[in-house]
């Protein structure tokens, strides 16, 4: 019960660290939390909460352990020391991984400030660098890196550098970044990642055909895992609108046709695919990817903008009547998605979208956000993937996660107080009425037990004095003894009636008294023996006794102090847990309202991107039509002509030698209006 009081202070204390919205989830060094020897059980279970994304578990935990083990009076003792180094360190990484870059920035000083061997300062400096990194400081992180002299820890070497280049080109001096980058090349731990920031670091120090023919083998090579395909489709992507806004259209198809039709970046890749086609004036090939890309996730932006070119492909093919039928067609899709935006705000302001983060399958199903867009009546959720893209909103949503998980845990130790409250009032009911009788059965036991330890202290003290002093009769039997005063009241008497006294009776008593004395002085050394011997296994029956006493002295403290003394400590954790659970309840609020309001002007914005859409369809569905109907009309006309021609023709033919009869004018006959511009036309 202790250790949980415990760990509920620790988790008070740290409910009030966890509202600046930071970086970094898992910790990028996995091997700073990894021990090929573990000799501590409770620094086991720390590292196992780590590896299990538990973070707060295994900082409480470990603070705790260390807390504790600095108090002992023999540490060494403790197979925690085995791991007390590492643990101070890897409570840093934890609270890194926890988002907590405060405590982590100080744990890492103080290592700096320390007396400690250089390779563990420069290790200190990397992660302090990391920080920095993280919150953006990205001066801060290039100073804390500057600090590192001589050998950098083979571990963090890799590491080291590669937070080195992207902190030289956050600074934009991609001319050393570069350098550092081209030295990571080869690295397994880092394949793909060191690639691609070394074509983004040569494209924005102006190489740009070194920038591309680097990416370009990062977009060739067969990938393993979902990861690294993700980022060579990302790759291709990236050379593609590269050379798209370059002019050179060919090239960059053949970047959107690497992509995989299956990816995160797959609809992105087909609109890219078909602007190229349409950029070179090639509208027909333009149309197969966005033919495509028009059957997937309405509510994806690529898809949305393929609604408007498929339509705008048709018109410059002069398709106008399937051009115009495709314009119908996105209008109808961009009214449908500005209701389902206007309905996603509206449920957001009423707090659905927050009590969609709360739930508990939100840290506990993978994929969860995807999940969450198939469930019915949820029009919250609809856009929310491409919202939890961003870093701004994946902070936030884990900062609200986190806190909602301490206030649950709060909660939980909440409801643990009332519950140590009911199990005291029932040891407190319990006790109470039994220990007062059991006190008067104690103390008489007690002054029993008293009396016999004096009397066996008597004993023993009588038995040095008999090795000093020889006193024989000192050891007599009962029935000796009993003898011996009998002989003596004998004396008595006959000196009490001398007339009684005769010879024969001196005689006689004096041989008894003989014989008592004889058999005693004889048998003293081995009664003596025996008497030691009887002393020793009293001494194992008092010790016996004396450990039942403690025990029971032991016991009754125990049932005492299982109900008393608690009350103001459970009062101190209870009033302490109910500020921090305030405090959260704040900063919950707080967060929850940047999420909401992150979240509603997206929408906002994707709604105003839409409404814009749809007057651009409006327009081009009117112009569709109309050139359809002027196309439509001069068919028309051109028919009409050749009927002409068709009749003078026949004329001509059917009487050649009629020369009074008056033949037909070259002039066609006066061709119709057209119709006005806006009304009805076939689109056949």
Same mark, same amino acid.
């Given at each position: 019960?202790?250790?949980?009081?415990?760990?509920?202070?620790?988790?008070?204390?740290?409910?009030?660290?966890?509202?600046?919205?930071?970086?970094?989830?898992?910790?990028?060094?996995?091997?700073?939390?990894?021990?090929?020897?573990?000799?501590?059980?409770?620094?086991?279970?720390?590292?196992?909460? *780590?590896?299990?994304?538990?973070?707060?578990?295994? +900082?409480?935990?470990?603070?705790?352990? =260390?807390?504790?083990?600095?108090?002992?009076?023999?540490?060494?003792?403790? &197979?925690?020391?085995?791991?007390?180094?590492?643990?101070?360190?890897?409570?840093?990484?934890?609270?890194?991984?926890?988002?907590?870059?405060?405590?982590?920035?100080?744990?890492?000083?103080?290592?700096?400030?320390?007396?400690?061997?250089?390779?563990?300062?420069?290790?200190?400096?990397?992660?302090?660098?990391? +920080?920095?990194?993280?919150? #953006?400081?990205?001066?801060?992180?290039?100073?804390?890196?500057?600090?590192?002299?001589?050998?950098?820890?083979?571990?963090?070497?890799?590491?080291?550098?590669?937070?080195?280049?992207?902190?030289?080109?956050?600074?934009?001096?991609?001319?050393?970044?570069?350098?550092?980058?081209?030295?990571?090349?080869?690295?397994?731990?880092?394949?793909?990642?060191?690639?691609?920031?070394?074509? +983004?670091?040569?494209?924005?120090?102006?190489?740009?055909?070194?920038?591309?023919?680097?990416?370009?083998?990062?977009?060739?090579?067969?990938?393993?895992?979902?990861?690294?395909?993700?980022?060579?489709?990302?790759?291709?992507?990236?050379?593609?609108?590269?050379?798209?806004?370059?002019?050179?259209?060919?090239?960059?198809?053949?970047?959107?046709?690497?992509?995989?039709?299956?990816? &995160?970046?797959?609809?992105?890749?087909?609109?890219?695919?078909?602007?190229?086609?349409?950029?070179?004036?090639?509208?027909?090939?333009?149309?197969?990817?966005?033919?495509?890309?028009?059957?997937?996730?309405?509510?994806?932006?690529?898809?949305?903008?393929?609604?408007?070119?498929? &339509?705008?492909?048709?018109?410059?093919?002069?398709?106008?009547?399937?051009?115009?039928?495709?314009?119908?067609?996105?209008?109808?899709?961009?009214?449908?998605?500005?209701?389902?935006?206007?309905?996603?705000?509206?449920?957001?302001?009423?707090?659905? =979208?927050?009590?969609?983060?709360?739930?508990?399958?939100?840290?506990?199903?993978?994929?969860?956000?995807?999940?969450?867009?198939?469930?019915?009546?949820?029009? $919250?959720?609809?856009?929310?993937?491409?919202?939890?893209?961003?870093?701004?909103?994946?902070?936030?949503?884990?900062?609200?996660?986190?806190?909602?998980?301490?206030?649950?845990?709060?909660?939980?130790?909440?409801?643990?107080?009332?519950?140590?409250?009911?199990?005291?009032?029932?040891?407190?009911?319990?006790?109470?009425? +039994?220990?007062?009788?059991?006190?008067?059965?104690?103390?008489?036991?007690? *002054?029993?037990?008293?009396?016999?330890?004096?009397?066996?202290?008597?004993?023993?003290?009588?038995?040095?004095?008999?090795?000093?002093?020889?006193?024989?009769?000192?050891?007599?039997?009962?029935?000796?003894?009993?003898?011996?005063?009998?002989?003596?009241?004998?004396?008595?008497?006959?000196?009490?009636?001398?007339?009684?006294?005769?010879?024969?009776?001196?005689?006689?008593?004096?041989?008894?008294?003989?014989?008592?004395?004889?058999?005693?002085?004889?048998?003293?050394?081995?009664?003596?023996?025996?008497?030691?011997?009887?002393?020793?296994?009293?001494? $194992?029956?008092?010790?016996?006794?004396? $450990?039942?006493?403690?025990?029971?002295?032991?016991?009754?403290?125990?049932?005492?102090?299982?109900?008393?003394?608690?009350?103001?400590?459970?009062?101190?954790?209870?009033?302490?847990?109910?500020?921090?659970?305030?405090?959260?309840?704040?900063?919950?609020?707080?967060?929850?309202?940047?999420?909401?309001?992150?979240?509603?002007?997206?929408?906002?914005?994707?709604?105003? #991107?839409?409404?814009?859409?749809?007057?651009?369809?409006?327009?081009?569905?009117?112009?569709?039509?109309?050139?359809?109907?002027?196309?439509?009309?001069?068919?028309?006309?051109?028919?009409?002509?050749?009927?002409?021609?068709?009749?003078?023709?026949?004329?001509?033919?059917?009487?050649?030698?009629?020369?009074?009869?008056?033949?037909?004018?070259?002039?066609?006959?006066?061709?119709?209006?057209?119709?006005?511009?806006?009304?009805?036309?076939?689109?056949?």
């Amino acid at each position: 019960m202790n250790s949980r009081l415990a760990r509920a202070v620790a988790g008070a204390a740290l409910t009030v660290l966890c509202a600046a919205p930071v970086q970094a989830k898992t910790p990028e060094d996995p091997s700073a939390l990894h021990t090929d020897n573990l000799r501590d059980l409770f620094f086991g279970e720390a590292l196992f909460n *780590a590896h299990q994304d538990r973070y707060f578990d295994a +900082i409480t935990g470990l603070d705790t352990e =260390l807390q504790q083990f600095r108090l002992l009076d023999d540490p060494e003792l403790d &197979p925690f020391s085995m791991h007390f180094g590492q643990a101070e360190f890897a409570v840093g990484d934890l609270e890194l991984s926890y988002r907590m870059h405060l405590e982590a920035g100080r744990a890492m000083e103080q290592v700096l400030q320390g007396d400690v061997p250089q390779p563990i300062k420069n290790e200190a400096a990397y992660r302090l660098a990391k +920080i920095h990194y993280h919150k #953006q400081q990205f001066a801060n992180a290039l100073h804390a890196l500057e600090l590192i002299e001589g050998r950098v820890p083979e571990r963090v070497r890799a590491d080291e550098q590669f937070l080195r280049a992207r902190v030289y080109m956050q600074l934009g001096r991609f001319e050393e970044a570069v350098e550092l980058l081209k030295d990571l090349k080869g690295e397994k731990s880092l394949a793909g990642f060191v690639e691609y920031n070394l074509g +983004i670091a040569l494209l924005k120090a102006g190489e740009t055909e070194r920038g591309v023919v680097e990416l370009d083998g990062l977009g060739r090579k067969a990938g393993r895992g979902d990861a690294m395909r993700a980022l060579q489709d990302k790759t291709n992507l990236l050379l593609g609108f590269q050379l798209m806004e370059a002019e050179e259209y060919q090239r960059a198809r053949t970047y959107f046709d690497r992509v995989q039709l299956s990816g &995160p970046f797959s609809n992105q890749a087909l609109l890219g695919a078909g602007w190229v086609e349409a950029n070179a004036g090639r509208y027909d090939r333009a149309l197969v990817p966005w033919q495509l890309l028009k059957q997937r996730k309405s509510t994806d932006a690529a898809v949305q903008e393929a609604m408007l070119a498929v &339509p705008y492909a048709y018109g410059k093919l002069e398709v106008h009547s399937t051009a115009a039928v495709n314009y119908g067609q996105a209008l109808d899709l961009f009214g449908n998605q500005v209701d389902v935006l206007t309905r996603s705000i509206n449920s957001i302001r009423e707090g659905k =979208l927050l009590e969609a983060l709360r739930r508990k399958e939100a840290s506990q199903v993978k994929n969860w956000v995807v999940e969450l867009r198939k469930l019915p009546d949820a029009p $919250e959720t609809h856009y929310l993937l491409d919202l939890m893209a961003s870093n701004d909103y994946q902070e936030f949503l884990r900062n609200y996660q986190d806190l909602n998980d301490l206030f649950e845990r709060n909660k939980d130790w909440l409801q643990s107080l009332d519950a140590f409250d009911e199990i005291i009032a029932l040891r407190r009911s319990y006790y109470e009425p +039994i220990l007062p009788g059991l006190d008067v059965q104690f103390r008489q036991i007690d *002054a029993r037990i008293k009396m016999r330890l004096e009397q066996r202290q008597r004993l023993a003290m009588r038995i040095e004095n008999l090795l000093v002093n020889r006193r024989p009769e000192l050891l007599a039997k009962s029935d000796e003894t009993e003898s011996r005063l009998i002989l003596q009241q004998i004396r008595d008497i006959l000196e009490y009636n001398p007339s009684l006294q005769s010879e024969e009776t001196e005689d006689r008593i004096a041989r008894l008294e003989g014989v008592l004395k004889f058999r005693l002085s004889r048998e003293f050394d081995d009664r003596l023996t025996k008497a030691y011997k009887n002393l020793q296994e009293l001494d $194992e029956v008092i010790a016996t006794l004396q $450990e039942s006493y403690q025990r029971y002295v032991r016991t009754r403290q125990a049932a005492t102090h299982s109900y008393e003394g608690y009350t103001d400590q459970i009062a101190s954790l209870r009033a302490g847990l109910n500020r921090a659970q305030e405090r959260i309840d704040q900063l919950m609020s707080r967060q929850g309202r940047m999420l909401e309001q992150l979240a509603i002007s997206e929408l906002e914005e994707r709604r105003g #991107q839409l409404e814009s859409y749809q007057i651009k369809a409006r327009f081009a569905l009117a112009d569709s039509y109309d050139r359809a109907n002027e196309l439509q009309e001069r068919r028309a006309d051109a028919r009409k002509v050749e009927e002409y021609q068709r009749q003078v023709e026949q004329m001509k033919q059917a009487a050649p030698d009629s020369r009074s009869e008056p033949l037909p004018t070259d002039n066609p006959p006066e061709l119709e209006a057209p119709a006005p511009k806006g009304e009805g036309a076939d689109n056949e």
